[in-house]
Protein backbone atom coordinates (compact mmCIF):
# COMPACT_ATOMS: atom_id res chain seq x y z
CA UNK A 1 0.00 0.00 0.00
CA UNK A 2 1.35 3.55 -0.83
CA UNK A 3 2.37 5.78 1.81
CA UNK A 4 0.50 8.80 2.72
CA UNK A 5 2.54 12.09 1.72
CA UNK A 6 2.30 15.71 3.39
CA UNK A 7 2.80 18.47 1.26
CA UNK A 8 3.38 21.86 3.20
CA UNK A 9 2.31 25.08 1.09
CA UNK A 10 3.92 28.75 1.67
CA UNK A 11 1.64 31.20 0.33
CA UNK A 12 2.64 34.87 -0.20
CA UNK A 13 0.73 36.91 2.21
CA UNK A 14 -2.58 37.97 1.47
CA UNK A 15 -5.86 36.89 1.06
CA UNK A 16 -5.62 36.66 -2.73
CA UNK A 17 -2.29 34.16 -2.49
CA UNK A 18 -4.08 32.07 0.07
CA UNK A 19 -7.17 31.65 -1.88
CA UNK A 20 -5.28 30.55 -5.06
CA UNK A 21 -2.96 28.24 -3.21
CA UNK A 22 -6.41 26.17 -1.58
CA UNK A 23 -7.47 26.31 -5.12
CA UNK A 24 -5.04 23.91 -6.06
CA UNK A 25 -4.67 22.18 -2.88
CA UNK A 26 -8.35 21.23 -3.13
CA UNK A 27 -7.02 20.05 -6.55
CA UNK A 28 -4.53 17.31 -5.44
CA UNK A 29 -6.62 16.21 -2.26
CA UNK A 30 -9.30 15.24 -4.96
CA UNK A 31 -7.08 14.09 -7.09
CA UNK A 32 -5.06 11.53 -4.48
CA UNK A 33 -6.80 10.28 -0.93
CA UNK A 34 -3.52 9.62 0.38
CA UNK A 35 -2.36 13.27 0.10
CA UNK A 36 -2.27 15.06 2.88
CA UNK A 37 -1.23 19.26 2.99
CA UNK A 38 -0.20 21.76 5.93
CA UNK A 39 -0.47 25.87 4.74
CA UNK A 40 1.48 27.88 6.51
CA UNK A 41 0.08 31.85 6.38
CA UNK A 42 2.13 34.75 6.79
CA UNK A 43 0.52 37.62 7.63
CA UNK A 44 0.99 41.33 7.70
CA UNK A 45 0.94 43.04 11.13
CA UNK A 46 -1.88 45.19 10.14
CA UNK A 47 -4.00 42.60 7.52
CA UNK A 48 -7.69 43.13 8.01
CA UNK A 49 -8.10 41.03 4.46
CA UNK A 50 -10.10 38.29 5.88
CA UNK A 51 -7.91 35.54 6.19
CA UNK A 52 -8.78 34.06 9.32
CA UNK A 53 -12.28 34.11 8.46
CA UNK A 54 -11.93 32.45 5.18
CA UNK A 55 -9.42 29.75 7.22
CA UNK A 56 -12.61 29.15 9.47
CA UNK A 57 -14.58 28.41 7.05
CA UNK A 58 -12.97 24.98 5.86
CA UNK A 59 -13.70 23.72 9.81
CA UNK A 60 -16.80 21.44 8.19
CA UNK A 61 -15.52 21.05 4.98
CA UNK A 62 -15.70 17.31 3.40
CA UNK A 63 -11.74 17.75 2.78
CA UNK A 64 -10.92 19.50 6.62
CA UNK A 65 -9.27 16.22 8.03
CA UNK A 66 -6.65 16.49 5.09
CA UNK A 67 -6.06 20.18 5.25
CA UNK A 68 -4.57 22.00 8.35
CA UNK A 69 -3.66 26.08 8.11
CA UNK A 70 -0.74 27.12 10.95
CA UNK A 71 -0.39 30.79 11.67
CA UNK A 72 3.25 31.12 11.73
CA UNK A 73 4.05 34.02 14.29
CA UNK A 74 3.75 37.50 13.44
CA UNK A 75 6.73 39.45 12.31
CA UNK A 76 7.21 43.23 11.88
CA UNK A 77 7.07 44.69 8.84
CA UNK A 78 9.52 48.04 7.76
CA UNK A 79 7.45 50.84 6.73
CA UNK A 80 9.83 53.29 5.77
CA UNK A 81 11.94 52.73 2.66
CA UNK A 82 11.64 50.62 -0.47
CA UNK A 83 8.39 48.77 0.03
CA UNK A 84 9.81 45.84 -2.58
CA UNK A 85 12.73 44.69 -0.74
CA UNK A 86 10.69 45.43 3.21
CA UNK A 87 8.20 43.40 1.60
CA UNK A 88 10.86 40.72 0.87
CA UNK A 89 12.70 40.70 3.61
CA UNK A 90 9.55 40.38 6.03
CA UNK A 91 8.85 36.76 3.93
CA UNK A 92 12.58 36.16 4.42
CA UNK A 93 12.34 36.64 8.05
CA UNK A 94 9.70 34.03 8.57
CA UNK A 95 12.79 31.30 7.78
CA UNK A 96 13.69 30.60 11.26
CA UNK A 97 9.81 29.81 11.81
CA UNK A 98 8.66 27.93 8.74
CA UNK A 99 11.91 25.48 10.09
CA UNK A 100 10.16 25.05 13.53
CA UNK A 101 6.95 25.04 12.89
CA UNK A 102 7.69 22.11 9.90
CA UNK A 103 10.35 20.50 12.53
CA UNK A 104 7.24 19.96 15.30
CA UNK A 105 5.18 18.52 11.80
CA UNK A 106 7.70 16.18 11.05
CA UNK A 107 7.93 15.17 15.13
CA UNK A 108 4.01 14.67 15.40
CA UNK A 109 3.23 13.33 11.83
CA UNK A 110 4.48 9.33 12.44
CA UNK A 111 2.26 8.04 9.53
CA UNK A 112 3.05 10.71 6.78
CA UNK A 113 5.89 11.05 4.58
CA UNK A 114 7.22 15.01 4.26
CA UNK A 115 6.88 14.72 0.67
CA UNK A 116 8.16 18.25 0.11
CA UNK A 117 7.79 22.36 -0.01
CA UNK A 118 5.37 24.23 -2.33
CA UNK A 119 6.26 27.84 -2.29
CA UNK A 120 4.99 31.25 -4.26
CA UNK A 121 7.54 32.97 -5.99
CA UNK A 122 8.14 35.19 -3.56
CA UNK A 123 8.91 32.94 -0.72
CA UNK A 124 12.47 31.34 -2.67
CA UNK A 125 14.55 32.39 0.53
CA UNK A 126 12.26 28.70 2.22
CA UNK A 127 13.95 26.36 -0.08
CA UNK A 128 17.16 26.71 1.74
CA UNK A 129 14.89 25.60 4.56
CA UNK A 130 13.36 22.85 3.13
CA UNK A 131 17.46 21.75 1.80
CA UNK A 132 18.03 21.82 5.52
CA UNK A 133 15.16 19.31 6.36
CA UNK A 134 16.66 17.05 3.71
CA UNK A 135 12.88 17.63 1.17
CA UNK A 136 12.72 18.72 -2.07
CA UNK A 137 10.66 22.46 -2.73
CA UNK A 138 8.45 22.56 -5.87
CA UNK A 139 6.71 26.06 -6.54
CA UNK A 140 2.79 27.49 -7.86
CA UNK A 141 3.26 30.32 -9.89
CA UNK A 142 0.52 31.96 -10.50
CA UNK A 143 1.17 34.37 -13.52
CA UNK A 144 1.42 32.78 -16.75
CA UNK A 145 4.07 30.97 -18.61
CA UNK A 146 4.50 33.73 -20.56
CA UNK A 147 5.93 35.93 -17.56
CA UNK A 148 8.44 32.63 -16.09
CA UNK A 149 9.80 32.62 -19.73
CA UNK A 150 10.52 36.86 -19.37
CA UNK A 151 11.86 36.40 -15.62
CA UNK A 152 13.59 33.48 -16.69
CA UNK A 153 15.26 35.09 -20.14
CA UNK A 154 16.18 38.73 -18.19
CA UNK A 155 17.85 36.66 -15.37
CA UNK A 156 20.07 35.01 -17.66
CA UNK A 157 20.59 38.54 -19.72
CA UNK A 158 21.82 39.48 -16.20
CA UNK A 159 23.76 36.61 -14.90
CA UNK A 160 24.96 35.37 -18.20
CA UNK A 161 25.49 38.32 -20.35
CA UNK A 162 25.82 41.15 -18.06
CA UNK A 163 22.97 43.16 -19.38
CA UNK A 164 20.72 45.32 -17.10
CA UNK A 165 16.98 45.34 -17.19
CA UNK A 166 17.82 49.29 -16.87
CA UNK A 167 19.34 49.57 -20.10
CA UNK A 168 15.78 49.00 -21.62
CA UNK A 169 14.13 51.74 -19.34
CA UNK A 170 14.10 54.25 -22.16
CA UNK A 171 15.15 52.58 -24.92
CA UNK A 172 13.15 51.79 -28.31
CA UNK A 173 14.44 48.39 -28.88
CA UNK A 174 12.34 45.22 -28.84
CA UNK A 175 13.42 42.42 -26.75
CA UNK A 176 13.30 38.71 -27.92
CA UNK A 177 12.30 35.93 -25.94
CA UNK A 178 11.64 32.64 -26.03
CA UNK A 179 8.26 32.60 -24.06
CA UNK A 180 6.81 34.67 -26.61
CA UNK A 181 6.09 34.71 -30.42
CA UNK A 182 6.58 38.48 -31.24
CA UNK A 183 9.07 40.72 -29.96
CA UNK A 184 8.11 42.81 -27.08
CA UNK A 185 8.47 46.29 -26.79
CA UNK A 186 10.55 46.29 -23.81
CA UNK A 187 10.09 50.16 -22.19
CA UNK A 188 6.34 49.75 -22.68
CA UNK A 189 5.80 46.33 -21.24
CA UNK A 190 8.30 45.11 -18.74
CA UNK A 191 7.51 45.30 -15.24
CA UNK A 192 8.37 48.64 -13.50
CA UNK A 193 9.98 47.41 -10.85
CA UNK A 194 13.12 46.12 -12.82
CA UNK A 195 13.92 49.76 -13.83
CA UNK A 196 15.13 50.40 -10.42
CA UNK A 197 18.60 48.81 -9.71
CA UNK A 198 18.15 47.80 -6.28
CA UNK A 199 14.32 45.86 -6.79
CA UNK A 200 15.26 44.92 -9.95
CA UNK A 201 18.41 42.81 -9.04
CA UNK A 202 16.54 41.23 -6.01
CA UNK A 203 13.76 40.56 -8.53
CA UNK A 204 15.50 38.61 -10.96
CA UNK A 205 17.12 36.87 -7.77
CA UNK A 206 14.28 35.26 -6.85
CA UNK A 207 13.89 33.87 -10.52
CA UNK A 208 17.27 32.30 -10.33
CA UNK A 209 15.81 30.67 -6.97
CA UNK A 210 13.33 29.26 -9.08
CA UNK A 211 15.83 27.33 -11.35
CA UNK A 212 16.37 25.20 -7.44
CA UNK A 213 13.03 24.00 -7.70
CA UNK A 214 12.03 20.37 -8.28
CA UNK A 215 9.13 21.46 -10.56
CA UNK A 216 6.73 24.45 -11.41
CA UNK A 217 3.22 24.26 -10.96
CA UNK A 218 1.80 27.16 -13.48
CA UNK A 219 -1.90 28.11 -13.36
CA UNK A 220 -2.26 28.39 -16.89
CA UNK A 221 -3.60 25.56 -19.36
CA UNK A 222 -1.56 24.05 -22.87
CA UNK A 223 -4.45 25.53 -25.33
CA UNK A 224 -3.83 29.14 -23.86
CA UNK A 225 -0.28 29.33 -24.12
CA UNK A 226 1.21 26.79 -25.69
CA UNK A 227 4.02 28.38 -27.24
CA UNK A 228 5.13 29.47 -23.71
CA UNK A 229 5.23 26.33 -22.63
CA UNK A 230 6.95 24.71 -25.39
CA UNK A 231 9.89 27.32 -25.10
CA UNK A 232 10.05 26.69 -20.92
CA UNK A 233 9.83 22.57 -21.39
CA UNK A 234 12.88 22.81 -24.25
CA UNK A 235 15.06 24.97 -22.43
CA UNK A 236 17.09 22.42 -20.52
CA UNK A 237 18.15 24.61 -17.78
CA UNK A 238 14.46 25.13 -16.27
CA UNK A 239 13.18 22.55 -14.22
CA UNK A 240 9.97 20.41 -15.02
CA UNK A 241 7.19 22.41 -15.79
CA UNK A 242 3.40 21.07 -15.01
CA UNK A 243 0.18 23.75 -16.25
CA UNK A 244 -2.46 22.41 -13.93
CA UNK A 245 -4.83 25.19 -14.64
CA UNK A 246 -7.33 27.60 -14.31
CA UNK A 247 -7.46 26.70 -11.35
CA UNK A 248 -9.42 29.12 -10.09
CA UNK A 249 -12.58 29.98 -7.24
CA UNK A 250 -15.45 29.83 -9.50
CA UNK A 251 -17.68 28.14 -7.25
CA UNK A 252 -17.69 29.79 -4.14
CA UNK A 253 -17.71 33.25 -5.27
CA UNK A 254 -15.65 36.04 -3.40
CA UNK A 255 -15.32 33.39 -0.50
CA UNK A 256 -18.79 33.62 0.26
CA UNK A 257 -18.85 32.54 3.58
CA UNK A 258 -16.54 35.54 4.79
CA UNK A 259 -18.77 38.52 2.81
CA UNK A 260 -20.13 40.53 5.34
CA UNK A 261 -23.72 41.09 5.30
CA UNK A 262 -23.29 44.62 3.64
CA UNK A 263 -21.49 43.16 0.82
CA UNK A 264 -24.24 40.48 0.58
CA UNK A 265 -26.49 43.10 0.01
CA UNK A 266 -24.58 45.28 -2.23
CA UNK A 267 -24.12 41.73 -4.46
CA UNK A 268 -27.96 41.36 -4.08
CA UNK A 269 -28.94 44.50 -6.32
CA UNK A 270 -25.97 44.56 -8.88
CA UNK A 271 -27.31 40.97 -9.49
CA UNK A 272 -31.16 42.31 -9.50
CA UNK A 273 -30.08 45.21 -11.62
CA UNK A 274 -28.21 42.91 -13.94
CA UNK A 275 -31.66 40.95 -14.27
CA UNK A 276 -32.78 43.86 -15.72
CA UNK A 277 -30.60 44.04 -18.68
CA UNK A 278 -30.32 41.93 -22.46
CA UNK A 279 -27.81 39.31 -22.62
CA UNK A 280 -24.26 40.53 -23.80
CA UNK A 281 -25.41 44.45 -23.62
CA UNK A 282 -23.55 45.39 -20.46
CA UNK A 283 -19.31 46.53 -20.31
CA UNK A 284 -18.25 45.79 -16.83
CA UNK A 285 -15.35 47.74 -15.13
CA UNK A 286 -13.04 46.27 -12.74
CA UNK A 287 -9.72 47.26 -11.72
CA UNK A 288 -8.67 44.22 -9.01
CA UNK A 289 -8.34 44.63 -5.04
CA UNK A 290 -5.56 47.75 -5.93
CA UNK A 291 -7.01 49.36 -8.97
CA UNK A 292 -8.38 52.62 -8.81
CA UNK A 293 -7.52 56.02 -10.46
CA UNK A 294 -6.92 59.83 -10.03
CA UNK A 295 -10.28 62.32 -10.63
CA UNK A 296 -8.91 63.26 -13.69
CA UNK A 297 -8.95 59.82 -15.09
CA UNK A 298 -12.04 58.94 -13.16
CA UNK A 299 -13.25 62.09 -15.31
CA UNK A 300 -12.39 60.74 -18.51
CA UNK A 301 -13.56 57.09 -18.02
CA UNK A 302 -17.33 58.56 -17.60
CA UNK A 303 -16.97 60.76 -20.98
CA UNK A 304 -15.83 57.31 -22.66
CA UNK A 305 -18.82 55.44 -20.86
CA UNK A 306 -21.41 58.20 -21.89
CA UNK A 307 -20.11 58.42 -25.35
CA UNK A 308 -19.94 55.00 -25.88
CA UNK A 309 -23.24 54.54 -25.18
CA UNK A 310 -23.07 51.23 -24.11
CA UNK A 311 -24.85 50.23 -20.43
CA UNK A 312 -22.26 50.44 -18.15
CA UNK A 313 -21.28 48.64 -14.76
CA UNK A 314 -18.33 50.47 -13.01
CA UNK A 315 -16.65 49.29 -9.82
CA UNK A 316 -15.27 52.61 -9.23
CA UNK A 317 -13.12 52.68 -5.89
CA UNK A 318 -11.29 55.58 -4.10
CA UNK A 319 -7.17 55.52 -4.03
CA UNK A 320 -5.66 55.33 -0.73
CA UNK A 321 -4.30 58.69 0.79
CA UNK A 322 -1.66 60.41 -1.63
CA UNK A 323 2.01 58.77 0.30
CA UNK A 324 0.01 56.24 2.10
CA UNK A 325 0.70 52.46 1.27
CA UNK A 326 -2.88 50.89 1.34
CA UNK A 327 -6.23 49.68 -0.40
CA UNK A 328 -8.52 51.37 -2.32
CA UNK A 329 -11.80 51.90 -0.22
CA UNK A 330 -15.39 52.63 -1.43
CA UNK A 331 -16.61 56.39 -1.72
CA UNK A 332 -18.89 57.41 0.68
CA UNK A 333 -20.35 59.68 -2.32
CA UNK A 334 -18.92 59.06 -6.32
CA UNK A 335 -21.20 62.19 -7.04
CA UNK A 336 -17.80 64.68 -6.27
CA UNK A 337 -15.29 62.61 -8.54
CA UNK A 338 -17.65 62.60 -12.04
CA UNK A 339 -18.40 64.84 -14.18
CA UNK A 340 -21.29 66.79 -13.25
CA UNK A 341 -24.58 65.68 -14.01
CA UNK A 342 -23.25 62.28 -15.14
CA UNK A 343 -25.27 59.71 -12.88
CA UNK A 344 -28.73 61.53 -13.80
CA UNK A 345 -27.81 61.20 -17.54
CA UNK A 346 -26.74 57.41 -17.18
CA UNK A 347 -29.29 56.57 -15.22
CA UNK A 348 -30.90 54.25 -17.64
CA UNK A 349 -28.35 52.70 -18.72
CA UNK A 350 -25.50 52.59 -16.21
CA UNK A 351 -24.56 51.71 -12.32
CA UNK A 352 -21.72 52.90 -10.54
CA UNK A 353 -20.28 50.58 -7.53
CA UNK A 354 -17.44 50.12 -5.01
CA UNK A 355 -16.57 46.51 -4.17
CA UNK A 356 -17.66 44.41 -7.29
CA UNK A 357 -18.63 40.26 -6.56
CA UNK A 358 -16.14 39.80 -10.02
CA UNK A 359 -16.71 36.15 -10.64
CA UNK A 360 -20.46 36.85 -10.03
CA UNK A 361 -21.02 39.26 -12.44
CA UNK A 362 -18.64 37.89 -14.95
CA UNK A 363 -20.91 34.66 -15.02
CA UNK A 364 -24.30 36.71 -15.21
CA UNK A 365 -25.21 36.43 -18.94
CA UNK A 366 -25.94 40.18 -19.27
CA UNK A 367 -22.44 41.14 -19.20
CA UNK A 368 -20.76 41.24 -22.74
CA UNK A 369 -17.10 42.86 -22.16
CA UNK A 370 -14.80 43.03 -19.00
CA UNK A 371 -12.53 46.68 -19.25
CA UNK A 372 -9.62 44.82 -16.98
CA UNK A 373 -6.44 45.64 -15.48
CA UNK A 374 -5.54 42.45 -16.66
CA UNK A 375 -4.53 40.49 -13.44
CA UNK A 376 -3.53 36.84 -14.45
CA UNK A 377 -6.85 35.53 -12.13
CA UNK A 378 -8.85 38.11 -13.63
CA UNK A 379 -8.52 36.58 -16.89
CA UNK A 380 -8.49 33.63 -16.31
CA UNK A 381 -12.04 33.99 -14.71
CA UNK A 382 -13.02 36.80 -17.76
CA UNK A 383 -12.03 33.46 -20.42
CA UNK A 384 -14.25 30.89 -17.76
CA UNK A 385 -16.97 32.72 -19.05
CA UNK A 386 -16.46 33.81 -22.34
CA UNK A 387 -16.35 37.51 -21.63
CA UNK A 388 -14.12 39.19 -24.09
CA UNK A 389 -11.54 41.72 -22.44
CA UNK A 390 -10.05 45.56 -22.84
CA UNK A 391 -6.47 45.93 -21.37
CA UNK A 392 -6.07 48.58 -19.00
CA UNK A 393 -3.06 46.73 -17.03
CA UNK A 394 -1.76 48.84 -13.90
CA UNK A 395 1.22 47.64 -12.38
CA UNK A 396 3.10 44.24 -11.91
CA UNK A 397 2.84 41.65 -14.79
CA UNK A 398 0.21 43.30 -16.55
CA UNK A 399 1.25 45.31 -18.85
CA UNK A 400 3.52 41.89 -20.03
CA UNK A 401 -0.36 40.00 -19.81
CA UNK A 402 -2.03 42.64 -21.81
CA UNK A 403 0.52 42.57 -24.65
CA UNK A 404 0.03 38.73 -24.43
CA UNK A 405 -3.56 38.59 -24.87
CA UNK A 406 -3.84 41.43 -27.60
CA UNK A 407 -0.59 40.72 -29.98
CA UNK A 408 0.09 37.25 -28.95
CA UNK A 409 -3.37 35.52 -28.33
CA UNK A 410 -5.81 37.91 -30.50
CA UNK A 411 -8.27 37.45 -27.58
CA UNK A 412 -8.59 40.74 -25.97
CA UNK A 413 -8.59 44.29 -27.36
CA UNK A 414 -6.86 47.15 -26.41
CA UNK A 415 -7.97 50.33 -24.63
CA UNK A 416 -4.31 50.68 -23.40
CA UNK A 417 -1.56 48.05 -23.36
CA UNK A 418 1.76 50.11 -21.24
CA UNK A 419 0.11 52.18 -18.77
CA UNK A 420 1.72 52.75 -15.62
CA UNK A 421 -0.55 53.60 -12.35
CA UNK A 422 2.46 55.52 -10.87
CA UNK A 423 2.96 56.94 -14.77
CA UNK A 424 1.56 60.35 -15.55
CA UNK A 425 -0.58 59.74 -18.66
CA UNK A 426 -3.77 60.18 -18.39
CA UNK A 427 -6.21 57.58 -20.93
CA UNK A 428 -8.75 59.53 -22.64
CA UNK A 429 -12.18 59.74 -23.46
CA UNK A 430 -11.67 59.10 -27.19
CA UNK A 431 -9.50 56.27 -26.36
CA UNK A 432 -11.64 54.73 -24.18
CA UNK A 433 -14.72 55.21 -26.46
CA UNK A 434 -13.30 53.36 -29.50
CA UNK A 435 -11.93 50.54 -27.29
CA UNK A 436 -15.06 49.91 -25.90
CA UNK A 437 -16.77 49.72 -28.73
CA UNK A 438 -14.51 47.53 -30.11
CA UNK A 439 -14.91 45.47 -27.21
CA UNK A 440 -19.15 45.24 -27.27
CA UNK A 441 -18.87 44.15 -31.37
CA UNK A 442 -21.07 41.20 -30.64
CA UNK A 443 -19.91 38.78 -34.01
CA UNK A 444 -16.14 40.27 -33.80
CA UNK A 445 -13.32 37.65 -34.44
CA UNK A 446 -12.50 38.71 -30.68
CA UNK A 447 -15.12 36.98 -29.20
CA UNK A 448 -15.50 33.93 -31.39
CA UNK A 449 -11.60 32.92 -30.28
CA UNK A 450 -12.22 33.86 -26.42
CA UNK A 451 -15.88 31.62 -26.69
CA UNK A 452 -13.37 28.80 -28.26
CA UNK A 453 -10.90 29.42 -25.25
CA UNK A 454 -13.61 29.25 -22.92
CA UNK A 455 -14.41 25.61 -23.92
CA UNK A 456 -10.51 25.01 -24.11
CA UNK A 457 -10.28 26.16 -20.47
CA UNK A 458 -12.82 23.78 -19.33
CA UNK A 459 -12.12 20.85 -21.59
CA UNK A 460 -8.50 21.24 -19.96
CA UNK A 461 -9.67 20.64 -16.34
CA UNK A 462 -11.42 17.29 -17.22
CA UNK A 463 -10.39 13.64 -17.28
CA UNK A 464 -8.37 13.24 -20.40
CA UNK A 465 -7.77 17.03 -20.72
CA UNK A 466 -4.37 18.63 -20.64
CA UNK A 467 -4.21 20.01 -17.15
CA UNK A 468 -6.06 16.88 -15.86
CA UNK A 469 -3.12 15.00 -17.54
CA UNK A 470 -0.36 17.20 -15.73
CA UNK A 471 -1.45 17.48 -12.40
CA UNK A 472 -1.55 13.72 -12.46
CA UNK A 473 2.63 13.95 -13.62
CA UNK A 474 2.66 16.09 -10.94
CA UNK A 475 1.61 13.99 -8.24
CA UNK A 476 3.58 11.07 -9.62
CA UNK A 477 6.66 13.38 -9.07
CA UNK A 478 5.60 13.60 -5.07
Known amino acids: MKQSAELVFIPSPGIG ?94 KNRLAGFVIDMFCTSMIDVANELGVPTYMFFTSPASMLGLLFHLQALRDDHNKDCIEFKDSTADLVVPSYSNPLPAARILPSILFEKETGNRFLNLAKRFRDVKGILINTFTELESHALLSLSSDGKIPPVYPAGPILNVKNDDNNDQVDSKQSKQKSDILKWLDDQPPSSVVFLCFGSMGSFSEDQVKEIARGLEHAGFRFLWSLRQPPPKGQIGMPSDYADHTGVLPEGFLDRTAGVGKVIGWAPQVAILAHPAVGGFVSHCGWNSTLESLWFGVPIATWPLYAEQQANAFQLVTELGIAVEIDMSYRKEGPVVVTAEKIEGGIKELMELDSDVRKRVKQMSDSSKKALMDGGSSYAALGHFIDQI
Open 17 to 110: HLVATVEVAKLLLSRDDQLFITILIIKFPFSTDGTDAYVESFADSSISHRIKFINLPQQNIETQGNSTINFLNFIDNQQTNVKDVVAKLIESET
